[in-house]
């Protein structure tokens, strides 16, 4: 015989317990109640910074308007306390980084994670987290530079608007930025120091690199100028495609990771079709090794005459 009290008392039971179970739902969906971690401070970097051990166990840099103020490592630190949040794969570059947060003010690294994120969007593409130390450190002496009144010029100003437009495109916004947020009007040369901070970070390259890269491209362009008598039209597909391959070119040149790849049936085929700029590609090849002492393979002389004659025909035929 079936009691049918119990199975009424215990469908009603199933039914308090999803209501228990929504309500909690609703209060999280729509914040009737906080969940607020609780983190330990490990390091002090200044009044407004500190490095905690996050829930994962990682240590990461944590910034916010006086959540430092008065506390000591070990202290317990509030995450709502926290506006800015830095967590670098890098341990050298995180420890760099804490040592630059406690010498200069907070507001440079959130102006620097400010235009980073800017670019990130624009070139659709991650940045080598580097840039967070070496950005943030170029922007703290350029300002102390401008208070000082030490002007100092950018010597490859025309070259990095002219090979890296995108990235001193991104240089100009984040020279408004600064105005917008520090009332200073930096000259327009820190826009192209800006942008080669970008493109370091872009190629994983370090700043004397960086410097190498555009003079080599340059070098390059000279001969190619030169050799055939001719001005480029800057606004072509076909030198976009060469100043691009001169990029990368430039990059495995100095990594000392350059193409060692022989297709001696294409590489006949092209110095047989393109003689003339085969033959500027013998002065490239004879300037780099005499100037860097470096070498070129069949297959990226190949390459390189390809898109000169792409580009020199171009400007020739206009």
């Known amino acids: 015989m079936v009691d049918f009290n119990l199975v009424f008392l215990f469908y009603n039971k199933i039914n308090?317990?999803?209501?228990?179970?929504?309500?909690?739902?609703?209060?999280?969906?729509?914040?009737?109640?906080?969940?607020?971690?609780?983190?330990?401070?490990?390091?002090?970097?200044?009044?407004?910074?500190?490095?905690?051990?996050?829930?994962?166990n990682k240590e990461v840099v944590v910034m916010g308007l006086g959540l430092a103020f008065k506390k000591k490592s070990g202290d317990k630190l509030e995450e709502e306390k926290i506006e800015r949040t830095f967590t670098l794969e890098n341990k050298e570059v995180s420890e760099k980084l804490n040592k630059l947060i406690s010498e200069i003010p907070s507001k440079y690294v959130k102006i620097s994670e400010q235009i980073i994120i800017y670019a990130e969007q624009n070139l659709h593409k991650k940045l080598n987290e580097n840039i967070y130390l070496t950005l943030t450190d170029h922007i703290s002496f350029a300002m102390t530079r401008q208070k000082q009144g030490l002007d100092i010029k950018n010597p490859m100003l025309w070259e990095i608007k002219k090979f890296y437009k995108q990235?001193?495109?991104?240089?100009?916004?984040?020279?408004?930025?600064?105005?917008?947020?520090?009332?200073?009007?930096?000259?327009?040369?820190e826009a192209a120091s800006i942008a080669l901070h970008i493109v370091n970070a872009e190629l994983n390259q370090d700043m004397p690199r960086a410097v190498n890269m555009t003079k080599i491209i340059q070098e390059i362009l000279n001969i190619?100028?030169?050799?055939?008598?001719?001005?480029?039209?800057?606004?072509?597909?076909?030198?976009?495609?060469?100043?691009?391959?001169?990029?990368?070119?430039?990059?495995?040149?100095?990594?000392?990771?350059?193409?060692?790849?022989?297709?001696?049936?294409?590489?006949?085929?092209?110095?047989?079709?393109?003689?003339?700029s085969y033959k500027c590609v013998e002065k490239i090849k004879a300037h780099l090794k005499k100037v860097y002492n470096a070498t070129m393979s069949k297959e990226e002389m190949t390459y390189l005459t390809i898109h000169i004659n792409r580009v020199v025909n171009r400007d020739i035929l206009k």
């Open 16 to 56: 308090i317990k999803k209501l228990l179970i929504k309500c909690i739902y609703n209060c999280i969906k729509y914040s009737y109640f906080k969940v607020v971690l609780i983190m330990k401070i490990k390091k002090i970097l200044n009044n407004n910074a500190a490095t905690v051990i996050n829930e994962d």
């Open 167 to 189: 990235e001193y495109e991104i240089g100009l916004t984040a020279l408004n930025i600064i105005k917008e947020n520090f009332g200073v009007t930096l000259l327009i040369d």
């Open 224 to 276: 190619i100028r030169y050799n055939f008598e001719i001005n480029f039209d800057e606004d072509s597909l076909s030198y976009h495609r060469l100043v691009t391959h001169l990029k990368f070119f430039a990059q495995r040149m100095l990594t000392e990771t350059t193409s060692t790849g022989d297709d001696d049936y294409l590489y006949d085929i092209v110095i047989d079709k393109y003689k003339d």
